[in-house]
């Protein structure tokens, strides 16, 4: 584990305090818990972003697309 000293403005300081106390454990725990937090979902977030990119379609598609009016042509022809 790293030791790293954090400036915060003296509000963020006190809501820290209150909120590690809130869940009995220590600023520096607290803040080390909501990093790796953050880390977890921006790793996840690019993952899927990742996969959704590479998604291709459901199938393969068997010639050319159809035009505006055949896709809204109604009944029979």
Do not use: C, I, Q
């Not at 790293?4 to 869940?23: G, L, S, Y």
Request: no cysteine; glycine share 6%.
């Amino acid at each position: 584990m790293k030791n790293v000293t954090v400036t915060m403005e003296d509000a963020v300081a006190d809501w820290a305090r209150m909120e590690a106390a809130r869940r009995n454990t220590s600023v520096s725990r607290l803040v080390g818990e909501m990093l790796a937090e953050k880390m977890r979902h921006d790793d996840a977030y690019e993952r899927a972003m990742r996969e959704a990119l590479e998604f291709k379609s459901f199938g393969v598609s068997e010639g050319p697309y159809l035009t505006r009016e055949e896709m809204y042509r109604r009944g029979p022809e």
